[in-house]
């Protein structure tokens, strides 16, 4: 095993010299001052940080003469009586520059430069404005991560009105629970997708969708023809039984729904590329909760604070900007999406790609990578394991300057592998979440990396580590919380009137005081360590441990492929621990294998945490960004339905759930 906190990159002084942090700090007349004096008066002084955030990067925007903020966590009002727009930022990049590159895992491949990009969006726009999207109403996207969708999210956006999106590799009840929520006026969608070298047909699962939208004014309907997943908008929209939307939208066919056309002709008509000036905290995009249980939640960010927030994190956290190639593996349905696209606010070259990260080969990420000469890579913790378990050594990435982690912890082995075959890389494992689209704590490239470590809180973000009684605490593992307001929390939750359920989220264990669900040791000198959800926490004799130390230990062992763990204790009883594997091909759960691992356990964590039963089931079951799904297993061992306690359409492999029935 890796030892946690062993060093393994420190920066140079032409890297700290260099980094745009340096240079931001130079220019608030602070250089010189450590990252932890920086720190602290970002969160100690927010007025005057957030306000520097505006003017270093010369938001596009009104600033209005409000204060900078005012009111509680929960109700924070930004930059009261300013005025912007997310899209206009987000494409005042050198129209010669190149914006966009978009791949599929067929190897098609189009470049989009910042004029370009604008040229379409002024088009989409243009097309929605005659649907009769405006400020305020909702466009529903069942895209995968292509041109098109980026193109169709800044064009909604400059109109002043709301973007939400879904991957095509979701279920069509999961998709409807998302979209019956927001009542969309238009819906875009493909007709079918491509992934680990399978076409899918999602034609009737579209039909399906737009039926149960009837507050649907049209369906614009991208067809998938070859090529379509890098982007080159394949017009043909016979499918799903409507219409073929051609030229003018009609034609033969049964289609029990609104208005259909197809992208080709939304995207028809030339006009100007305006942007609707909007408050601060007007409404962005809503995104969701993974939404494993119950309805998900229709989370609400607002123009000013994504704009604010995307520009500090991707400049000083993870040092992007012009000249950079930004590459993060995600879908449409993953908050890292909008991160990724955050990277044209920044001047980034922004790279999209719709496939598998393993098909043809593993390696297929560290592939494109290369290819693109990309700068900085970010991925889920998960592909970097995987890339070790396979003994990867990429190669040809000269380029490369910083890895990203998210999505769950990343273990110190993973820390130590990706310093083994990419020494001069800074690795940034982040903490974060869909509730405020992005982390909490990461990385910064004045800072060293250390095994299993996170080298700091991020700027702005009031971190605190809670121990039961809600006193902070350093050196000990505690629940994640935020004691003041950052610009990007939510600005509400979509049909949540009184804010009760946005309330009943974060607030209502420690009033006034955000606490997100996860286990967190701050470390003396700033660093932090995440042990996963506290919601799952494996609480045994009284010793509380989080999950991601007991996969540390299980999933070392190589015939073991995949893990989950379960405590059913409840309500002071402690119930019995149970331990789930999938095993690598070729391997089966044998005996001596079982008492291996109830060795290392006891050893390397308590004789407490030691299994009472080792079982072998086909998979895991994970949600469609990559999670665990320990809270829903935990309550079918307990006797919910399975129906009740997870939502199929919101799993990468609903299939595996009846392995876990009591």
């Known amino acids: 095993m890796v030892e946690e906190g062993v060093l393994l990159w420190e920066p140079s002084p032409e890297v700290v010299r260099d980094a745009r942090i340096t240079r931001f700090a130079a220019w608030l007349g602070r250089s010189g001052q450590d990252y932890e004096r920086l720190w602290r008066w970002s969160v100690e002084s927010p007025e005057e940080f957030w306000t520097s955030v505006w003017d270093y990067f010369s938001v596009e925007g009104e600033r209005g003469d409000g204060p900078v903020i005012s009111g509680t966590i929960q109700h924070a009002e930004w930059f009261a009586g300013s005025t912007l727009n997310y899209a206009r930022n987000a494409l005042r990049g050198d129209p010669a520059r190149r914006a966009v590159i978009a791949r599929d895992e067929t190897g098609a491949r189009r470049v989009l430069t910042y004029g370009e990009l604008a040229e379409r969006v002024a088009r989409a726009r243009t097309g929605l404005a005659r649907l009769g999207v405006g400020r305020g109403d909702r466009v529903a996207a069942y895209l995968p991560n292509t041109a098109e969708a980026l193109i169709a999210f800044l064009a909604t956006a400059s109109l002043g009105a709301i973007w939400s999106s879904c991957s095509p590799d979701f279920g069509a009840s999961s998709v409807t629970d998302r979209f019956t929520q927001i009542t969309p006026k238009v819906l875009i969608a493909v007709d079918g997708y491509t992934y680990n070298g399978r076409r899918f047909d999602r034609s009737s699962v579209v039909a399906d969708i737009a039926a149960k939208l009837p507050s649907l ?123 990724l696209v955050g990277g044209l606010l920044v001047g980034a070259t922004i790279v999209l790609y719709d496939g598998a990260a393993t098909h043809p080969g593993p390696d297929a990420l560290w592939r494109l990578a290369e290819e693109e000469g990309v700068t900085y890579f970010g991925t889920g913790a998960p592909y970097i394991i995987a890339s070790m378990r396979a003994e990867l050594r990429p190669t040809g990435l000269s380029r490369l300057r910083g890895v990203g982690s998210t999505g769950s912890p990343l273990p110190p082995e993973g820390f130590a592998w990706l310093y083994d075959v990419l020494p001069d890389v800074q690795l940034g494992s982040f903490s974060g979440g869909t509730d405020v689209c992005t982390g909490f704590v990461g990385a910064v490239p004045v800072l060293p990396v250390r095994a299993g470590v996170i080298p700091c809180r991020c700027l702005g973000a009031s971190v605190e580590s809670y121990d039961p009684e809600g006193r902070s605490v350093i050196g000990e593992v505690g629940e994640l919380v935020i004691t003041k307001p950052m610009p990007s929390m939510p600005v509400m939750f979509w049909n949540d009137p009184d804010g009760e359920r946005y309330r009943e989220s974060y607030y209502a264990d420690y009033p006034g005081v955000w606490r997100h669900g996860d286990w967190i040791k701050i470390l003396p000198d700033g660093g932090c360590v995440i042990y996963g959800r506290s919601d799952s926490t494996l609480n045994r004799g009284g010793v ?16 073991i492929e995949d893990s989950l763990v379960i405590d059913t204790g409840q309500l002071g009883q402690e119930g019995r621990l149970l331990l789930y594997v999938t095993m690598a091909p070729g391997e089966t759960l044998t005996d001596e294998l079982a008492a291996k691992l109830k060795d290392a356990l006891r050893s390397e964590l308590s004789p407490r945490h030691v299994p009472n039963e080792i079982r072998e089931v086909p998979g895991i079951p994970r949600t469609l960004s990559g999670k665990k799904l320990e809270v829903p297993v935990r309550r079918i061992l307990l006797g919910t339905p399975v129906e009740q306690a997870a939502n199929a359409g919101a799993m990468a492999n609903p299939e595996v759930l009846k392995h876990f029935l009591p």
């Open 217 to 339: 004014a049209a369906t614009v309907l991208i067809g998938t023809g070859a090529g379509a997943g890098a982007g080159a908008g394949a017009g043909a929209a016979g499918a799903v039984g409507a219409p073929a939307a051609g030229g003018d939208g009609e034609g033969a066919g049964s289609w029990d729904g609104p208005p259909v056309e197809s992208w080709d002709r939304l995207c028809a008509e030339a006009g100007p590329l305006e942007f609707e000036p909007v408050p601060f905290a007007h409404p962005l995009w809503v995104v969701y909760s993974s939404g494993t249980t119950g309805l998900p939640k229709p989370i609400v960010h607002g123009h000013g604070g994504i704009v604010l927030e995307h520009l500090k994190s991707l400049t000083f956290h993870q040092d992007i900007g012009e000249g950079d190639v930004f590459l993060w593996y995600t879908t449409t349905g993953w908050m890292m999406w909008n991160y």
């Open 544 to 559: 509380r441990m989080g999950t991601s130390e007991f996969y540390r230990v299980v999933e070392r062992f190589p015939q």
